[in-house]
């Protein structure tokens, strides 16, 4: 579906790589931290104007870097497009294949603002593999149809002076899905950095245990 035209990828340390996928429609970058073989991975979107660093302080790349280091991995996907929710999903539907391929068996699904709908919906589309979705400062619109993340869990991660999303956009989604925790943090923009370190805490604590809940499960 990428009409790929052909991939190259390259490690940038014993545990990161880097895997360039070209297509027709754009360069798919993602930066695959941990053992590729993991059946725990963690698919991290970023938002509309790209990026694979993620909120806070590079949370994306500390978490990937923890992660890999206890034998599960991390993909932070570099959009062809950013801001194209369509080819967006598209490309982090094509991360999860590939981690799929090398022997994935679960999914912990993060997204930061645009990049929050590109997770829910890839919740979706790869339910019965994704253990949990965290959202941070998401917009709601591409939203709509989140009920049907089932009963996956879902936190939504917002700053309550967020100056381009409000919080009531988290709160639409949970009511949009019928699940879900919302938590608000004072004194807190869009890329949550005044809580950065307590966003780091509470996504890795929550990311492990619902790991942990899915292997139990489907065990």
Same mark, same amino acid.
């Not at 190259?8 to 053992?35: C, F, K, N, P």
């Not at 949009?176 to 966003?199: K, Y």
């Given at each position: 579906?990428?009409?790929?035209?052909?991939?190259?990828?390259?490690?940038?340390?014993?545990?990161?790589?880097?895997?360039?996928?070209?297509?027709?429609?754009?360069?798919?970058?993602?930066?695959?931290?941990?053992?590729?073989?993991?059946?725990?991975?963690?698919?991290?979107?970023?938002?509309?104007?790209?990026?694979?660093?993620?909120?806070?302080?590079?949370?994306?790349?500390?978490?990937?870097?923890?992660?890999?280091?206890?034998?599960?991995?991390?993909?932070?996907?570099?959009?062809?497009?950013?801001?194209?929710?369509? /080819?967006?999903?598209? @490309? +982090?539907?094509?991360?999860?294949?590939? %981690?799929?391929?090398?022997? #994935? *068996?679960?999914?912990?699904?993060?997204?930061?603002?645009?990049?929050?709908?590109?997770?829910?919906?890839?919740?979706?589309?790869?339910?019965?593999?994704?253990?949990?979705?965290?959202?941070?400062?998401?917009?709601?619109?591409?939203?709509?149809?989140?009920?049907?993340?089932?009963?996956?869990?879902?936190?939504?991660?917002?700053?309550?002076?967020?100056?381009?999303?409000?919080?009531?956009?988290?709160?639409?989604?949970?009511?949009?899905?019928?699940?879900?925790?919302? /938590?608000?943090?004072? @004194? +807190?923009?869009?890329?949550?950095?005044? %809580?950065?370190?307590?966003? #780091? *805490?509470?996504?890795?604590?929550?990311?492990?245990?619902?790991?942990?809940?899915?292997?139990?499960?489907?065990?």
């Amino acid at each position: 579906m990428l009409g790929v035209l052909a991939k190259a990828d390259g490690e940038l340390s014993e545990t990161s790589r880097v895997v360039e996928i070209y297509t027709m429609e754009g360069l798919l970058q993602i930066m695959w931290h941990g053992d590729p073989g993991a059946t725990d991975v963690v698919l991290m979107c970023g938002g509309a104007m790209g990026g694979m660093l993620g909120p806070g302080r590079s949370l994306y790349l500390e978490l990937g870097l923890e992660l890999a280091a206890e034998g599960r991995a991390a993909m932070a996907i570099g959009y062809r497009k950013p801001g194209d929710l369509t /080819r967006s999903l598209l @490309d +982090t539907c094509a991360a999860a294949d590939l %981690a799929l391929r090398n022997g #994935a *068996e679960r999914f912990a699904i993060l997204g930061h603002s645009f990049g929050g709908a590109v997770a829910i919906q890839a919740a979706s589309t790869f339910a019965a593999h994704t253990a949990g979705v965290i959202t941070y400062a998401t917009q709601s619109a591409g939203c709509e149809e989140a009920a049907r993340i089932g009963d996956t869990p879902l936190l939504l991660l917002h700053g309550e002076r967020d100056s381009i999303l409000g919080p009531e956009n988290s709160m639409m989604v949970r009511t949009l899905a019928g699940t879900g925790e919302v /938590r608000v943090f004072p @004194d +807190t923009d869009h890329l949550l950095a005044e %809580a950065a370190d307590e966003i #780091a *805490e509470i996504t890795g604590s929550w990311v492990r245990e619902k790991f942990d809940a899915h292997r139990a499960a489907t065990s």
